[in-house]
T-cell receptor, first 114, second 115 residues
Framework: DTAVSQTPKYLVTQMGNDKSIKCEQN?????MYWYKQDSKKFLKIMFS???????INETVPNRFSPKSPDKAHLNLHINSLELGDSAVYFC?????????????FGEGSWLTVV | QQQVKQSPQSLIVQKGGISIINCAYE??????FPWYQQFPGKGPALLIA?????SEKKEGRFTISFNKSAKQFSLHIMDSQPGDSATYFC??????????????FGKGTHLIIQP
């Protein structure tokens, strides 16, 4: 009964391809996020959604497009993949701020662009 | 511009010793300071967190010390064990007012506890 699950865990693809990473949370949270962890392990927020509405959109190329079909899902679609997109992408979700705002992370999706 | 600075980048501690990781922040609007632990191949997991109106919080062997005036906070791991070997991230909550506050992370500390 994984709280935040994302698929695929590993993805190797060629430059120029389009790929998607799916995320689902069964915690009943309203807020979901995508974070990127680079080769030096630096974690940086990309997007956050609250109740299917985009709240945070950091400086991310518009080749990255999140889609939230419902509160429990936040998928990440990446167009025209580049070598520099190789990283680990973490989906996360959190309770409302009033309830502690703990952020729960998935196990990550390792994307390698060749 | 790095809003949360973490040090050291790596740390080796003998079993039973005290591990200390430090963080400093710049944005006085940050209102919540968690520490996350990450094992290889896993996502970060919340370890312990503190709010700026508290100077210290202890949970088992883990303690956060918070100095609001200096804009610094630190994680102390007492009686460090080999199982504590992991990467530790400090973070600070960035209030957005939109109900989806994100976290700004430090660059991480790779901790190794030698048996």
């Amino acid at each position: 009964d994984t709280a935040v699950s994302q698929t695929p865990k590993y993805l190797v693809t060629q430059m120029g391809n389009d790929k998607s990473i799916k995320c689902e949370q069964n915690l009943g949270h309203d807020t979901m996020y995508w974070y990127k962890q680079d080769s030096k392990k630096f974690l940086k927020i990309m997007f956050s959604y609250n109740n299917k509405e985009l709240i945070i959109n950091e400086t991310v190329p518009n080749r990255f497009s999140p889609k939230s079909p419902d509160k429990a899902h936040l998928n990440l679609h990446i167009n025209s993949l580049e070598l520099g997109d190789s990283a680990v992408y973490f989906c996360a979700s959190s309770q409302p701020k009033s309830s502690g705002n703990t952020i729960y992370f998935g196990e990550g999706s390792w994307l390698t662009v060749v | 511009q790095q809003q949360v600075k973490q040090s050291p980048q790596s740390l080796i501690v003998q079993k039973g010793g005290i591990s200390i990781i430090n963080c400093a922040y710049e944005n006085t609007a940050f209102d919540y300071f968690p520490w996350y632990q990450q094992f290889p191949g896993k996502g970060p997991a919340l370890l312990i967190a503190i709010r700026p109106d508290v100077s210290e919080k202890k949970e088992g062997r883990f303690t956060i010390s918070f100095n609001k005036s200096a804009k610094q906070f630190s994680l102390h791991i007492m009686d460090s064990q080999p199982g504590d070997s992991a990467t530790y991230f400090c973070a600070a909550r960035t209030p957005t007012g939109g109900g989806a506050d994100g976290l700004t992370f430090g660059k991480g500390t790779h901790l190794i506890i030698q048996p």
